[in-house]
């Protein structure tokens, strides 16, 4: 016997209350791959869409081994402690093979697991990052409807995921090491180009002064490259997410940026283009759906394939056949 069908409007109300079972329910519908349930999650947002937009929205990236788990456990316990309420997402391109474990990243955030006021999500397991960037679009909208002021999102995977979360936030924070030999090295222009502050974790005992000298490195090689926004510098910082010092200032940066992009009409501007990008994510995710759920066309594909790679068939004319057989 099916699930009974569930009851958008009813689903809003407990949300607007905050009811956190809810959250989880709804939540689940926005990730399910179910065509109805993702036609009742589009249409559960469209009727939340109103109390939304109004969180302070902040992406977290770094190389493994930076920090970011520790990090957003010691900002987002700071931030419950002056009665924000937090909700902690992920971007994971990989979790369609690894699967996302909860369990995972509560213990990995062990203070901020705990804390009533703080809501700890993994990423869907979806086949396309945008799929993947789109859920959590949705996700972060929900929780927002729920009550959540602050939302973090985190970078679990590599490579275009960051371009994703600098995507769907306000502010991006970009996480480096200390002493990890020519710290030069470690910078991806691609990734430096889309922070909002850079921040070097684990300036505490014996790594402050290597610390402070990373700092200095990335300071003079964002001299070099274009600012994301034409109204903020990105700052570079120190700090240690063990000991807590320095995390306070992480806020701070975080509400001055917004509170200057504000003043120049560039966070609205921001939040427009985000809107725009999410619309095209989804888009290019349904498309994508469409390849694998099509089953005269999943079965055209391996020929189709096998010619383009024996060179027999052009990739462009494979386009046009797979674009026909869509009709796009």
Known sequence: MAAPFPDIRSLARALRAGDRATLARAITLVESKRADHQQAA??????????????????????????KSTTIDALGTHLTEKGHKVAVLAVD?????TGGSILGDKTRMARLATV????????????????????????????????????????????QSETAVADMTDFFLVLMLPGAGDELQGIKKGVVELADMI?????????????KAAAGEYRAALHILTPRSATWGPP?????????????QLWAQVLAHRQQLSASGEFAARRREQQVKWMWAMLEDRVHLRLKSDAKLKARLPAIEKSVAEGTLAPSLAVDEIATALGV
Do not use: W
């Not at 391109?93 to 093979?97: D, E, K, V």
């Open 236 to 248: 570079v910082t120190t700090y240690s997410a063990l000991t807590g010092e320095g995390v306070a």
């Open 42 to 67: 589009h249409r559960l947002v469209q009727e939340l869409l109103a109390e939304t937009g109004k969180a302070v929205r902040v992406g977290i990236t770094g190389s493994p081994g930076v920090g």
């Open 93 to 97: 391109p990989s979790s369609a093979r």
């Open 116 to 159: 009533p006021s703080a809501f700890i999500r993994p990423s869907p397991a979806a086949g396309t990052l945008g799929g993947v960037a789109a859920k959590t679009r949705e996700t972060m909208l929900i929780c927002e409807a729920a009550g959540f002021d602050v939302i973090l999102v985190e970078t679990v995977g590599i490579g």
């Open 199 to 211: 921040a070097v974790n684990k300036a505490d005992g014996d790594n402050i002064k290597r610390a």
